[in-house]
Structure formats: structure tokens, C-alpha cells
């Protein structure tokens, strides 16, 4: 072998004598680049604090040997330079998938922590002019005369009043007693501008004769208090192993975060029984007419919400004779973002039904709304973003209206979480928490979902989900969240409301629930 022969195979696979070629550097470079990622990984996964005890032995243990595999391979100076490259490339390929799998679990640790860090408790208060008026900022309002609400909502109209106050001097102001009071003041020009509380914009939505108040009304400003997020009432000191209660909320608010006093058009109590793998959910129509726990006077369910998600749980609480334990509150629009981001959902509806011209968010994710129609058929219907908000909101078009709405929405969470349990949800997992983290919303703790995914990991049972909706009868009552305006309600049935408390007590005791024959 000539000189210069003997000094390249020397270069690049090493010397007799023990020094090393390129080969082997290159070798210890990639057993380098796994021990870095098998460090990452395991503070990673440690971190999200979703494994249980023997499932992180198992990947501690998996580490150790891959990575002494590699160095009993690497570390000696040998002539198996093909030995040496094969495992060289094996361990980059391990790294990669480690890099992926440690991507993964700090997404997963990130959208943990938005989801229970508590939803926004702020309040918004807008002022309001007519779609006509050439008022474009608050600013333009000098010497016009504000409507405002005597009673209702005085707290925040008076802090928004003294900020108006504070920048342009002194407001005339005159007060009307009722909602539909202040709008038709507006609308019929006796006030030029009002002060309304964001919410009460669903509140008049919902009233006969002014579904069209948006429409013919522009808000010109916005004033926002933050308030205290609210606690969970009674917290389960263990979740994984003792029953507890769930109140899930579904607002339809138009506003880019999730409020937390805001009306509340879907109220489910999802009653869990970790022992037995029972679950339970109760649903509640939006118009039943009960007594407000902090103000005595009655209103319907929905508007409980206006008075911040507390006010909703104390209502359920003692309509049903439970202690809630936590909420979970979702932004319809935003499931819009999750459905997508799951390829769509296939929906099992009990009947075929036309909507009636609704808003839905536009294509192009402006944050924009159009009206738009879908028809449905009886069966299996697979559906996209918008197509679900749809078929989730309708009402108009059944007979029994809410009723049939709330099992709608129940079809819908049921399909959700059938996709996110497939295979499917690991093509777009990233775009699929994003999504959730921007509509959803919960008391839960971190550590109460780790140990909720910690019991599903080491018992790996199936869950046995039933349902029940209370209903009743309709009629016309005032509401105080009106100001005592009329308005349609729905009286409980009390037998029914009697069943949905045996079937509660059935899941909590650890009993299958018995639901009533038709």
C-alpha cells in the first residue's frame, strides 16, 4: 500500500495503534446529539407530568440502554466502521424522534397551562350610537345625551359614565328602566348615544322585536374591567379516584377572549365517576325560569351568566341538589378553529332539519361574520368548522327548539372527542391545540388533568357516557335581567328535574345510571 494510501484509510477509519478516523468522530457525534436529546426528552416529559411511575421507569430505562448500546459501540477504537456507521445513523434517527416527541409534550405543557389559568373575568361596557350617526369615537359624542339603565348593571355603567366624564367634562345623561326601554330610546332618537353592557347585546338578541339591534347600531367605544377570576366552588382533593361534578358552559359571545360573565346558551353538568368509568351529562335548557341565588329574583338560566359563571354554578347547584366541583366554560365560534384543525367530525343527528339564516365566521379567518343556511340529514353527517357552529346553534327549526339544540351540541362534543381520540388527531396535532386553547377554558388544575390522564394511561378502560335532558313548559315571564321586560321562559318540569337528581346520585354512588324508558 503506497504512502499516501496508507495515510487517507488512516484518516478515515483510524490507526492500529488507536487513534481515531473519521469515522469514528463522526460516530461519537451522533451518540453526543442523542444523549442531548435524551436529556431534553425526559425533562420534557418529567415536566408535563403525565406519565405514570412505571411508564416513566420504562422510558428511563429505554434511554439507558439505547444510549449504552450506542456508546458500548462508539467509544472503543475499532476497525467495524460499517457497525459504527449503521449505529451513527440509527441514533440520529432516534434523536429526531425524540426532538418531535419532545416538541410535542412542551406543546402539550403549554396549552395545560392556558387552558387552567383561569378564564378573563373583565367586563366590557360600550357606548352606543345609531348605524346613521357620523360619530365615530367617543370624542364625537360632546353634548349628546346618554341613555343609561337605572339599575341593572349600575356598577359598570357608572365606572365607564366616569371615564367618559374624565376626558371630555360632563355627560347629560337620562335613565330608562328596561332593556328594550333603552333601545328604543336609541332607536327612536330621544337619546343620542347609550351605555350598554357588552352582554346585554345577546340579552336583546333573544327578545322579540330586537334581533336587529346589532344591525342598526354601531359601538363607538369600549370600556373594560378586569375583575377576580372566580374559584372553584368544592375542589375534588382526588380526582382520580372520587366522583365529582363538572358544569360546562358554551357561550356565543362575539369577543376575541373567553368571558367568564357572559350569557350562557349551553349548561351541562357533567357528573364523572373515575371509579366505575361512569359519565354522566345533565342538560339544562337556556330559558328555564329559576330563582337568581345572589338577587332573589327570577330569570331565565342563560342570563345567570351575566352575573359571572358563579352565579350559573350556584343556580345548577340548587336546582339539582349537587355540589359542583369545577367548570369548563367554550367559545363556540372557536370550536370553528377545532373542528377544522380535525379534518371535520362526523355528527349523528336524531333528525334532518334546514337552519334559518345564522352568522357564521368568514372563510377567510377576518373575524368577520356572514349569514349563511345548511341543511342536515337524519344520520350520519360529516361536517366542517361552520358547518358544525350551524347545526350547534340551531333552534328555530324544531319543534321543541332548545331541547333539540341541547342534544345537538351534546352530538357534537361526543363526535369531538370521538375524533380527538383517533389516530387521526396526530396529523395536526399542533394546529389542534392551538385551537382549543383559544375557545376552551377550565378550573381544573395542571396537576388535576395530569392525574386524569395518568389513571387513563394505567387503566386504560372505556368510558360509559350517558345522557339526560330536563325540559318544560313555555310562557311568558318577566325577567330581571330585563328589567322585569316579558319575556319567553320555560317552566321546569319537576319530575324530570327529579329524575336528573336519581340519575345524578346513581352516577355519584357509584351505581349505573337507570335512564327512564320512552
Same mark, same amino acid.
Given at each position: 500500500?503506497?504512502?499516501?494510501r496508507?495515510?487517507?484509510?488512516s484518516?478515515?477509519?483510524g490507526?492500529r495503534?488507536g487513534s481515531r478516523?473519521?469515522a469514528?468522530w463522526f460516530?461519537l457525534?451522533?451518540?453526543l446529539?442523542?444523549?442531548?436529546c435524551?436529556v431534553?426528552?425526559l425533562?420534557?416529559?418529567?415536566?408535563?407530568?403525565?406519565?405514570?411511575?412505571?411508564l416513566?421507569?420504562v422510558?428511563?430505562?429505554?434511554l439507558?440502554?439505547?444510549?449504552?448500546?450506542?456508546a458500548?459501540?462508539?467509544l472503543?477504537v475499532?476497525?467495524n466502521?460499517?457497525g459504527?456507521l449503521i449505529?451513527a445513523?440509527?441514533?440520529?434517527?432516534?434523536?429526531?424522534a425524540?426532538i418531535?416527541?419532545s416538541?410535542?409534550a412542551g406543546s402539550?405543557m403549554?396549552?395545560?397551562s392556558?387552558?387552567?389559568?383561569g378564564g378573563?373575568?373583565?367586563?366590557?361596557?360600550?357606548?352606543?350610537?345609531?348605524a346613521?350617526?357620523?360619530?365615530?369615537?367617543?370624542?364625537d359624542?360632546f353634548?349628546?345625551t346618554?341613555?343609561?339603565?337605572e339599575?341593572?348593571?349600575?356598577?359598570?355603567? &357608572?365606572?365607564?359614565?366616569?371615564?367618559i366624564?374624565d376626558?371630555?367634562?360632563?355627560?347629560?345623561?337620562?335613565g330608562?328602566g328596561?332593556?328594550t326601554?333603552?333601545?328604543?330610546?336609541l332607536?327612536?332618537?330621544q337619546v343620542?348615544a347609550?351605555?350598554?353592557?357588552n352582554s346585554y347585546f345577546?340579552?336583546?338578541k333573544g327578545?322579540?322585536?330586537?334581533?336587529s339591534?346589532s344591525?342598526?347600531?354601531?359601538?363607538?367605544?369600549r370600556f373594560?374591567?378586569d375583575?377576580?377570576?372566580?374559584?372553584?366552588i368544592?375542589?375534588?382533593?382526588?380526582?382520580?379516584?372520587e366522583?365529582?361534578?363538572?358544569?360546562?358552559?358554551?357561550?356565543?359571545?362575539?369577543v376575541d377572549y373567553i368571558p367568564?360573565?357572559?350569557?350562557?346558551?349551553?349548561n351541562i353538568l357533567?357528573?364523572?365517576?373515575?371509579?366505575?368509568?361512569?359519565i354522566l351529562?345533565?342538560s339544562?335548557?337556556?330559558?328555564?325560569?329559576l330563582p337568581?341565588?345572589?338577587?332573589g329574583?327570577?330569570?331565565?338560566l342563560?342570563?345567570?351568566?351575566l352575573?359571572?359563571?358563579?352565579?350559573?354554578i350556584?343556580?345548577?347547584?340548587q336546582?339539582y341538589n349537587v355540589?359542583?366541583n369545577?367548570?369548563a366554560?367554550v367559545h363556540?365560534?372557536?370550536l370553528?378553529?377545532?373542528?377544522d384543525a380535525l379534518?371535520?367530525i362526523?355528527?349523528?343527528s336524531?333528525?334532518?332539519?334546514n337552519?334559518v339564516g345564522?352568522e357564521?365566521?368568514?372563510?377567510?379567518?377576518?373575524?368577520?361574520f356572514?349569514?349563511a343556511?345548511?341543511?342536515?340529514q337524519?344520520?350520519?353527517?360529516?361536517?366542517?368548522?361552520r358547518?358544525?357552529?350551524?347545526f350547534?346553534?340551531e333552534?328555530?327549526?324544531?319543534n321543541?327548539?332548545?331541547?333539540q339544540?341541547?342534544r345537538?351540541?351534546?352530538?357534537v362534543?361526543?363526535a369531538i372527542v370521538?375524533?380527538a381520540s383517533?389516530?387521526?388527531?396526530?396529523?395536526?396535532?399542533q394546529?389542534?391545540?392551538d385551537?382549543v386553547s383559544?375557545?376552551?377554558?377550565?378550573?381544573?388544575?395542571?396537576?388535576?388533568?395530569?392525574?386524569?390522564?395518568q389513571?387513563?394511561l394505567r &387503566?386504560n378502560?372505556?368510558?360509559?357516557?350517558t345522557?339526560?335532558?330536563?325540559?318544560?313548559?313555555?310562557g311568558m315571564?318577566?325577567?330581571?335581567?330585563a328589567?322585569?321586560?316579558?319575556?319567553?321562559?320555560?317552566w321546569?318540569n319537576?319530575t324530570?328535574?327529579n329524575?336528573?337528581?336519581?340519575l345524578?346520585?346513581q352516577v355519584?354512588?357509584?351505581?349505573?345510571p337507570?335512564?327512564?324508558?320512552?
Open positions: 500500500m503506497s504512502r499516501r496508507r495515510n487517507a484509510y484518516s478515515y477509519y490507526s495503534g478516523g473519521l469514528d460516530g457525534l451522533a451518540l446529539c442523542m444523549l442531548v435524551s431534553i426528552l425533562v420534557r416529559v418529567l415536566g408535563a407530568g403525565v406519565l405514570t411511575t412505571v416513566t421507569v422510558l428511563i430505562l429505554v439507558v440502554l439505547l444510549n449504552g448500546l450506542h458500548f459501540v462508539q472503543p475499532r476497525r466502521v460499517a459504527k449505529c445513523v440509527v441514533a440520529l434517527v432516534l434523536s429526531a425524540m418531535f416527541t416538541t410535542a402539550l403549554k396549552f395545560l392556558n387552558i387552567t389559568s378573563s373575568a373583565k367586563t366590557t361596557t360600550c357606548v352606543v350610537v345609531r346613521d350617526d357620523p360619530a365615530e369615537t367617543v370624542n359624542t353634548g349628546y346618554y341613555g343609561i339603565l339599575t341593572l348593571d349600575r356598577e359598570n355603567t &357608572d365606572a365607564a359614565l366616569s371615564h366624564e376626558g371630555m367634562g360632563q355627560v347629560k345623561t337620562a330608562f328596561t332593556l326601554q333603552l333601545a328604543d330610546a332607536l327612536n332618537r343620542d347609550v351605555i350598554l353592557n345577546s340579552v336583546l327578545t322579540e322585536g330586537y334581533q339591534f344591525k342598526d347600531t354601531k359601538v363607538i367605544y373594560s374591567i375583575k377576580e377570576d372566580p374559584e372553584p368544592a375542589p375534588n382533593a382526588n380526582i382520580s379516584r366522583p365529582f361534578v363538572v358544569y360546562c358552559s358554551g357561550t356565543d359571545e362575539r367568564l360573565n357572559s350569557r350562557s346558551d349551553t357533567a357528573v364523572v365517576n373515575p371509579s366505575t368509568h361512569q351529562l345533565v339544562t335548557p337556556r330559558d328555564y325560569y337568581l341565588p345572589s338577587y329574583q327570577k330569570d331565565k342563560t342570563h345567570f351568566g352575573y359571572g359563571i358563579e352565579e350559573s350556584k343556580g345548577l347547584e336546582l355540589d359542583v369545577y367548570y366554560r363556540f365560534a372557536g370553528v378553529g377545532v373542528i379534518g371535520g362526523d355528527v349523528n336524531d333528525v334532518a332539519f337552519t345564522m357564521v365566521p368568514d372563510e377567510d379567518g377576518s373575524g368577520n356572514h349569514f343556511a345548511y341543511s342536515f337524519k344520520g350520519v353527517n360529516h361536517l366542517d368548522g358547518q358544525a357552529l350551524a350547534a346553534r333552534r328555530d327549526a324544531f321543541d327548539g332548545d331541547m339544540r341541547g345537538n351540541q351534546m352530538a362534543i361526543r370521538d375524533k383517533s389516530p387521526a388527531i396526530l396529523k395536526g396535532y394546529k389542534v391545540l385551537a383559544s375557545s376552551f377554558i377550565t378550573s381544573l388544575t395542571y396537576e388535576d388533568i395530569s392525574s386524569l390522564v389513571m387513563q &387503566d378502560v372505556h368510558w360509559n357516557i345522557s339526560y335532558s330536563v325540559s318544560g313548559e313555555g315571564e318577566p325577567c330581571y335581567s328589567g322585569n321586560e316579558t319575556l319567553w321562559v320555560m321546569p319537576a324530570q328535574i329524575t336528573a337528581k336519581s345524578i346520585q355519584l354512588n357509584g351505581e349505573t337507570t335512564l327512564p324508558q320512552d
